[in-house]
C-alpha cells in the first residue's frame, strides 16, 4: 500500500508541474483538493448516506487535519516549481524522519532513520549553488507538515470507520486554500485542460495515496510508516526523469540511494505480527 500510494503521489506530482504556468503553484493546490474532496465526499454522502456524517466530537481533528493538508501541499507545490521533484521529495522526507527519531524506542530504527537523514544531508551541499534556497526551505516546511499529516492521519484512522475522517478533511482542505487560488489565479483556474489536468492530480496525488496512508497507519506505528515513506524519494525521482526530463547528479542519486535503503531495512525488519491479510484490506476499500 505504501509503495502504490508513493507511485501515485509521485506521478500525480509530475503532473502538477504541467500546471504552474498557468495557475502557479497556489491554483495547482486549490484544483488538487477541491477535486479530491468534492469527489470523496460526494461518494461518501452517496454510499454511506448520514453514516459518513462525522460526529460533532470529531470537528477538532478534521479541522486539524485539514488545515495541515492544505498547508502540507502548498508548501510542497511551491517547492518542487524551484528545485526538481526528487531532490525536493527528499528533503521533505526530513519530516517523517525526525518523527521515526522521536517516536522510536528500538536502536535499528534509529540507524535506519540515521541513514536516510545522511541522504537528506548529502543534498544540502548543493543549496545556493546548485538548489535554489526557497526551494529548499518550502521542502523543509512541507516535511514539518508531513510529520503532522502522518500523526493526524492516524488519529483519523482510529476515530472514522472507512475513509470518513479523510474525506472531510480533504472538505477543510478545499475550503481552506480555494481564497489563495482564487485571489492569485482567477479565472484561469477554469479552462478546460486545467480543469482536466487538475482532477487527474487530484484523484492521482490526494484520493489514491491519502487512502493507502490512512489504512497502513491502522497496522504500522507512524514511527516505522515514517520511515518506510522513504520509497517516495526513488518513486519522485523516477517520475521526474520520465515524465518531466529532469536529470539528478551523482551526488543526488546517492543521497537518494541512502534513503530509499533505509526503507527497504526498515521493512525487513518489521514485525510480522502487525501483518493483516490482503482480502482485509480490499473489504475495507470497499466499504
Not at 159 to 164: A, E, I, K
Not at 208 to 218: E, V
Request: proline share 4%; aromatic share 8%; glycine share 12%.
Amino acid at each position: 500500500m505504501v509503495a502504490f500510494g508513493a507511485l501515485s503521489v509521485q506521478v500525480g506530482a509530475a503532473l502538477a508541474t504541467k500546471l504552474f504556468a498557468s495557475v502557479g503553484p497556489q491554483g495547482a493546490t486549490t484544483l488538487r483538493l477541491f477535486f479530491a474532496g468534492a469527489a470523496m465526499i460526494a461518494g461518501t454522502l452517496l454510499l454511506r448516506g448520514k453514516k459518513g456524517l462525522p460526529l460533532r466530537g470529531h470537528f477538532g481533528v478534521i479541522v486539524l487535519f485539514g488545515l495541515d493538508l492544505a498547508a502540507m501541499n502548498l508548501s510542497f507545490y511551491e517547492s518542487i516549481s524551484r528545485i526538481p521533484l526528487g531532490v525536493a521529495v527528499t528533503i521533505e522526507f526530513s519530516g517523517p524522519l525526525c518523527l521515526s527519531l522521536v517516536t522510536s524506542r528500538h536502536r535499528r530504527d534509529v540507524a535506519w532513520a540515521c541513514v536516510a537523514g545522511c541522504g537528506v544531508a548529502l543534498l544540502g551541499t548543493g543549496v545556493g549553488s546548485v538548489l535554489n534556497p526557497a526551494g529548499v526551505a518550502f521542502a523543509l516546511l512541507a516535511g514539518a507538515f508531513w510529520a503532522g499529516y502522518i500523526l493526524a492521519s492516524q488519529q483519523a484512522g482510529k476515530r472514522f470507520s472507512s475513509l470518513d475522517g479523510l474525506t472531510w478533511a480533504l472538505g477543510v482542505a478545499a475550503l481552506a486554500i480555494a481564497p489563495f487560488g482564487l485571489i492569485t489565479r482567477g479565472t484561469a483556474l477554469f479552462a478546460p485542460r486545467v480543469l482536466a489536468i487538475g482532477a487527474g492530480v487530484g484523484a492521482l496525488s490526494s484520493i489514491i495515496p491519502y487512502s493507502m496512508d490512512l489504512l497502513t497507519l491502522r497496522r504500522v506505528s507512524p514511527r516505522r510508516f515514517g520511515v518506510m515513506l522513504s520509497l517516495g524519494p526513488a518513486f519522485a525521482a523516477l517520475a521526474g526523469l520520465v515524465v518531466l526530463g529532469q536529470t539528478l547528479s551523482a551526488r543526488e542519486w546517492i543521497a537518494l540511494g541512502l534513503v530509499a535503503g533505509a526503507n527497504a531495512g526498515a521493512s525487513l525488519s518489521s514485525d510480522s505480527s502487525r501483518s493483516v491479510p490482503v482480502d482485509q484490506v480490499g473489504n475495507e476499500l470497499a466499504a
